[in-house]
């Protein structure tokens, strides 16, 4: 899916407009701004520093007489830039002043230390500055040329279409069961289960649940139905559609099924020239839940639901699994199964499944009430201890019903429980009695119920026959079985929920993206283009074509917009700071008449100043006196560089005469200077 991704800003809703803003780059695109966020919080803690030292710098300048040491630390915190160049000097400055000052460890470690933390810090924050700005979990927007609907080009009545059909449901149910078997059931596989929005969709079970036909019908009493039913599955937290909160749609879903009494619903027919179905020998087997035709004509019509040849038996073959179908409401009874009342729903989707074992044998005998195998076969004459148990019938039956039911998270208005055709009205509806839902849930819905269209348990077994089946994966040359647990029908329906569910999942994301496949005779619907529908509606069926998230990282990196915002305007302020701290924090003490000390500290320790009075005493150059700008010689000048000048071996008496202080009585600790009233009196005398 990684060429579907969507390059640029968008909002995830799931974390809100201001969390959620996200900006989604390409790897090669993203690799640069992680460096660049890397490089920016080197440079933030670089400039941070320089704020720290000039505080470190006016909180320690006294007026008081100080030795060496203390100058030098004052000379290193004003014109020091990084944390590791003034965490040596404080290290070199403990060794050489080690007996030649007080004190010296506790005033010189503690500074080394404190910068070596320091730079360790913005060393390891550099590294992880992405972690900052990272964008909100794994959600990526996926988006596809070919959005839209698998729709079949035509009434399905053509060979194309039909062979498209065909391809289209082997390769979607094949989908849903390979996601299943890996995200459902206990399962996990990253590779596989990672990649959209929820692994799986949780479920709670009853076993006691009521049978869903009438009295009598379920031949594990009127309380043994096995029930699942879904969590409220959220069109954005569950199944990625991104929508403001206000725009969400929840849909959850009940399945029940229970084994079906066979009594007074079967017929038996010998077969041969007598029935015309057959061989002469064989039985008949014809169920009678209602009668069936293909479409809405006569052609193929029965008046039975399921035909079974005991023939079969013989022929060596292994597990067969047919399905009837029937879904609720109006749109439910053109063509295909019209169910008996025993067996009818008007308020859910009714499938009846018909197991044929045929010729399969266990090793063990088998309880379950759908694959119970109870007839021993003695093989020991051919094989020592050979036992083999058939099944008790050829044919059992399960009846399935399939609910759904819709809510509207925003006034917490939700449908009954219904067949899946039974929502539609609900879906358009503004009456006060329905979901009141705007026009993006109803597109939404829409959305919904075209992609459960195919989760029910009907759908699947329609889909994959016998191959739905788990029993069937513990088959030994097709035909004989170790055994089963008593509870396998149980098993059986969880793994046909699952598939389903997983079917839905991938449909959801397969709007956006476009089927993988569109063969001849089938096409890609877009609702958008259809004349004939809502104009609002469709609008939003397009935008959602662009509203999809998926957790696919493969080749793209994510960012938060918020992350970013936060990072550069603190970083671009700390930044701006360290360039004018010295000049605003120096306009207030002369403002408001306070730290003038420590603001002429500031400025005569800066080292292009220390150069130029140097240079003074040595008469080299005759220089500016402004203090507030950098130092420059009045006229050009040559002069030769320090390093000349110190072979007369003159220079550090001249040094000395620095700043000299007034001689002043040793008993008194102060310091004699020159009353200071202007910047002249700080010059050298």
């Known amino acids: ?68 040491l203390y100058h030098q630390q004052q000379v290193v915190f004003r014109n020091t830039t990084t944390p590791g160049g003034a965490a040596w000097t404080f290290l070199v400055q403990w060794w050489t002043w080690s007996g030649r000052a007080r004190l ?39 988006i596809g040329e070919t959005c839209g609907y698998w729709e079949s080009d035509g009434d399905g009545t053509t060979i194309a279409e039909v062979k498209a059909y065909g391809q289209r449901v082997a390769n979607t149910s094949l989908a849903a069961a390979d996601y299943a078997r890996s995200c459902y059931g206990g399962s996990y596989d990253v590779l596989s289960c990672s990649k959209l929005t929820k692994p799986s969709i949780s479920t709670t079970v009853s076993a006691n649940a009521s049978c869903p036909f009438a009295q009598g019908m379920c031949t594990t009493g009127d309380t043994g139905a096995y029930e699942i039913t879904t969590q409220k599955i959220d069109s954005l937290y569950d199944l990625g559609i991104n929508s403001r909160h206000s725009d969400r749609l929840e849909m959850q879903k009940v399945a029940t099924c229970a084994p079906v ?24 087997y014809q169920f009678m839940y209602g009668p069936s035709k293909l479409g809405t004509t006569d052609l193929n019509a029965t008046n039975y639901t399921h035909q079974y040849n005991d023939h079969t038996v013989l022929d060596s073959v292994s597990y067969m699994l047919s399905p009837a179908t029937h879904n609720a409401g109006p749109l439910g009874i053109v063509g295909g199964w019209e169910p008996v009342p025993e067996v009818n729903r008007t308020d859910a989707d009714v499938a009846l499944l018909f197991l044929m074992q045929n010729g399969v044998s266990y090793s ?29 019938k050829h044919v059992t039956t399960m009846g399935c019903t399939d609910q759904y039911r819709l809510r509207n998270p925003d006034n917490n208005q939700c449908t009954d ?59 030994v040359q097709s035909t004989m079985s170790a055994g089963l647990p008593s509870n396998q029908w149980q098993l059986e329906m969880e793994s046909w929920v699952n598939k389903g569910l997983a079917d839905l999942q991938l449909k959801v994301v397969e709007y956006a993206t476009g089927p993988a496949s569109v063969a001849e005779g089938s096409r890609v619907y877009q609702p958008w283009k259809d004349e004939d529908g809502d104009s609002m509606i469709n609008a939003v069926a397009e935008s959602m074509c662009y509203s999809q998230m998926i957790n696919d990282t493969t080749d793209t990196i994510s960012f938060s917009i918020l ?22 924090v120096g306009w207030m003490q002369q403002k408001f008449n306070f730290g003038t000390h420590a603001r002429m500290c500031w400025l005569l320790d ?75 009196d700080w010059l050298p005398k």
């Open 1 to 68: 899916m990684g060429e579907h991704i969507y390059y640029g800003p968008w909002i995830n809703w799931a974390h809100g407009p201001i969390l959620g803003a996200t900006l989604t780059l390409g790897d090669r695109s993203g690799g640069l701004l992680t460096a660049f966020i890397a490089t920016f919080v080197t440079i933030v803690g670089a400039q941070l520093f320089r704020i720290l030292t000039y505080i470190f710098h006016q909180a320690r300048s006294r007026q008081s007489v100080q030795d060496g």
């Open 104 to 142: 010296t460890l506790i005033r010189t470690i503690p500074w080394a230390f404190f910068c070596l933390s320091y730079m360790a810090l913005f060393g390891v924050a550099a590294v992880f500055s992405s972690e900052i700005t990272k964008g909100p979990g794994s959600a990526r927007l996926v």
């Open 261 to 284: 009494t066979q009594d007074g619903f079967t017929q038996t027919l010998p077969g041969g020239s007598e029935s015309g179905i057959g061989l002469d020998g064989d039985t008949i």
């Open 364 to 392: 063990e005998p088998v309880d379950d009430p759908m694959f119970a195998a109870h007839d021993m076969m003695d093989l020991s004459s051919y094989l020592s201890g050979a036992v083999y148990y058939n099944t008790d």
């Open 417 to 475: 429980l219904m067949g899946i055709m039974q929502i539609l009205p609900w879906i358009a509806s503004t009456d006060g009695d329905r979901l009141e839902l705007n026009t993006i849930q109803q597109a939404i819905a829409i959305r919904l119920m075209r992609s459960a269209q195919t989760s029910s348990i009907g759908s699947i077994i329609f889909a994959m026959g016998e191959n739905a089946l788990l029993a069937k994966d513990v088959l």
């Open 563 to 584: 992350g970013m915002v936060v990072l550069f305007g603190i970083g671009g302020f700390i930044i701006l700071l360290s360039l004018f701290i010295d000049i605003l």
């Open 606 to 680: 800066d080292k292009l100043q220390l150069h130029k009075y140097l240079n003074q005493e040595l008469g080299n150059g005759k220089w500016t006196e402004d203090l507030e700008s950098m130092p420059f010689t009045v006229v050009p000048q040559q002069f030769s560089t320090l390093a000349v000048a110190h072979r007369g071996s003159t220079v550090d008496d001249k040094v000395q005469t620095l700043y000299q202080p007034q001689q002043y009585q040793s008993a008194d600790t102060s310091p004699k200077y020159s009353q200071v009233t202007t910047e002249e």
